[in-house]
């Protein structure tokens, strides 16, 4: 799922340094807009779906730029070119697949593509974006088959979430019930909203987003992009 306008995405990273720090989801329709007027002391990367700088005004408007493979391979996207674009603009982390626990590519045949074109790059690396659909073969489920089906031998250095919900209180559900089942491994929030409850309730909305950002700041080995 792609984000109908810029999101803040949560990182847990291994450094203290890092906590409480945060970045930008870049869609292609904001291309018009400088993403330097969100730069501030939390606000430090950027990412655009894509292995290409983030179409703005202003390129990634001095931000850091974390290049994603969102599918095995695209037109936009060649997966020939992933370790070259990397090398060329200066990642020091990549992300990987967009959802595939949505149907994309099996777990296993992810694993393959995974250590065939991902463990290379001598960079910071997240495992697949998933989802945090509960249904059996989804979300932590298909995250679950695609680390056994590694084997091992998938390097990695943060597993990657995405949440869209209903509130406060179950997305801080989800995060915990992912720290419990992997506690030693830092967790990106790539994609996170909430939808807006039956009859509009702009103010829970409104009162979610200053709480999530805050949430993660308070979680041990957090940053928050």
Not at 158 to 165: D, E, K, T, V
């Amino acid at each position: 799922m792609l984000a109908q306008s810029f999101v803040l995405a949560a990182l847990f990273a291994s450094s203290p340094v890092l906590a409480g720090k945060r970045g930008l989801a870049w869609p292609y329709y904001n291309s018009p807009l400088d993403p330097a007027l969100l730069k501030s002391d939390p606000v430090v990367a950027i990412y655009d779906w894509e292995t290409y700088q983030p179409p703005s005004s202003n390129g990634n408007g001095g931000l850091e730029f974390i290049g994603m493979q969102r599918a095995t391979d695209a037109d936009s996207s060649p997966i020939g070119e992933l370790a070259s674009r990397a090398a060329a603009q200066g990642w020091s982390t990549v992300f990987t697949l967009n959802e595939p626990d949505t149907g994309m590519i099996s777990a296993a045949d992810a694993a393959s593509w995974y250590i065939t074109y991902v463990n290379p790059l001598n960079i910071k690396k997240a495992l697949p974006a998933i989802t945090s659909s509960t249904s059996s073969g989804q979300g932590l489920s298909w995250l679950a088959n695609f680390i056994s089906a590694c084997g091992g031998s998938c390097y990695y250095d943060y597993i990657n979430l995405h949440w869209y919900g209903g509130s406060f209180s179950d997305f801080q559900s989800y995060i915990e019930g992912a720290h419990a089942i992997y506690p030693d491994t830092p967790f990106v929030i790539s994609e996170f909203a909430l939808a807006n409850p039956a009859g509009g309730a702009a103010d829970q909305c409104v009162s979610y987003f200053p709480t999530s950002p805050s949430y993660t700041a308070k979680r041990r080995n957090t940053w928050s992009k």
